[in-house]
Nanobody, 123 residues
Framework: QVQLGESGGGLVQAGGSLRLSCAASGNIFSINAMGWYRQAPGKQRELVAGITSGGSTKYADSVKGRFTISRDNAKNTVYLQMNSLKPEDTAVYYC?????????????????WGQGTQVTVSS
């Protein structure tokens, strides 16, 4: 069993900062790509930022220069540092990871999602 546990959401004023964390736990062999998605009310879930196991990153155009994704492979944790937050960043943020799990019959890869953490930016 693998779980992703998120933390760090909350309420912040425009221009402020928040740092989200997501730790993977369970029968993990290795973790490939990790990322953060968000979903605002009435909108589809969208990719915010992603990072490969080697540290290559990608960002949505709307957050480039303001958000930074990073990971600590030893802790199976991915972070999202969010600076210069805007009201349009308000959404539920979800952690995502491609995890190679340990099974008695092999090492399959599955995609996992966190439970989501609310980020609200007031104007």
């Amino acid at each position: 069993q693998v779980q992703l546990g998120e933390s760090g959401g909350g309420l912040v004023q425009a221009g402020g900062s928040l740092r989200l964390s997501c730790a993977a736990s369970g029968n993990i062999f290795s973790i490939n790509a990790m990322g953060w998605y968000r979903q605002a009310p009435g909108k589809q879930r969208e990719l915010v930022a992603g990072i490969t196991s080697g540290g290559s990153t990608k960002y949505a155009d709307s957050v480039k220069g303001r958000f930074t994704i990073s990971r600590d492979n030893a802790k199976n944790t991915v972070y999202l540092q969010m600076n210069s937050l805007k009201p349009e960043d308000t959404a539920v943020y979800y952690c995502n990871a491609e995890i190679v799990v340990i099974q008695t019959w092999g090492r399959p890869t599955y995609t996992y999602w966190g439970q989501g953490t609310q980020v609200t930016v007031s104007s």
